[in-house]
């Protein structure tokens, strides 16, 4: 399994800009995708953005596409989503999870309990 323990949420305007963090320990976070999705009260749990292991390949759900860009530091075991152009409906619990290989083609559908997830962190974008 990977512990996973996410920060940098919080309150901003629209327009604005979060940087997300992901930090990652237990087994080799640099051998497995992983991912961010978010859920917004009363919705389900969606897709945001998709890393490979090595960072070389990435995949964004459409509604965020331009806006946000995921990236990975292994020597830190760490996963980035930088978020930008923010907009009210982006509002959400945003949580990161770890696949269970070096890529999953299937990672978009990803729910708990496939992988491993952390907490969340709360963003809110105000208008």
């Known amino acids: 399994q990977v512990q996973l323990v996410e920060s940098g949420g919080g309150l901003v305007q629209a327009g604005g800009s979060l940087r997300l963090s992901c930090a990652a320990s237990?087994?080799?976070?640099?051998?497995?995708?992983m991912g961010w999705f978010r859920q917004a009260p009363g919705k389900e749990r969606e897709f945001v953005a998709a890393i490979n292991w090595g960072g070389s390949s990435t995949l964004y759900a459409d509604s965020v596409k331009g806006r946000f860009t995921i990236s990975r530091d292994n020597a830190k075991n760490e996963v980035y989503l930088q978020m930008s152009s923010l907009k009210p409906e982006d509002t959400a619990v945003y949580y990161c999870a770890a696949a269970r290989a070096r890529w999953d083609p299937t990672i978009t559908t990803m729910r708990p309990p496939r992988g491993d997830w952390g907490q969340g962190t709360q963003v809110t974008v105000s208008s």
């Open positions: 237990g087994r080799t976070f640099s051998s497995v995708a």
